[in-house]
């Protein structure tokens, strides 16, 4: 089984210039815990996800989770996430594969690297990305394949 065959085609996408809050968005509108970046030719740039939402930048400055703590950071906060870009806090250079890279790679470079997905491209450009929800869901699709043995 490779890449290609339990990823999420269609991913969706932020660019780096986009604000933190509509990477927020998008998250939420779909569901995901993470999104590729992305350049104006569609060039994996880098990744964001949950947990940049949550990182401080140099210590001085609230969590982006003061949001929920806190009335009187909220509005700063809030203006923080519409002004800040996506390139200010997400991962360069995320692990990424091609659509042949086999699963069991997958796994090994998601445990190895302590990450939740992995970007699939071709030429430098997304095509997709296997996340580990897509592997459970391979899991139980090969489970429902193997023949009852009756035993």
Do not use: C, Y
């Amino acid at each position: 089984m490779k890449a290609g065959d339990v990823m999420t085609t269609g991913a969706a996408t932020v660019r780096p210039d986009a604000s933190l809050a509509e990477a927020g968005r998008i998250m939420v509108e779909h569901r995901i815990s993470g999104l590729p970046v992305v350049d104006d030719t569609g060039k994996l740039v880098g990744i964001i996800t949950e947990s940049d939402f949550l990182r401080r930048d140099d210590g001085k400055r609230p969590r982006w989770i003061d949001v929920l703590l806190s009335e009187s950071n909220a509005q700063i906060t809030a203006k923080q996430l519409h002004d800040r870009r996506v390139e200010h806090a997400m991962s360069r250079n995320p692990i990424s594969v091609d659509v042949q890279t086999p699963v069991e790679e997958l796994i090994d470079l998601m445990e190895r690297h302590g990450i939740k997905r992995i970007p699939i491209v071709a030429d430098g450009r997304i095509v997709g990305i296997v996340s580990r929800a897509n592997l459970v869901v391979a899991l139980l699709r090969k489970m429902n394949r193997v023949p009852d043995t009756g035993g």
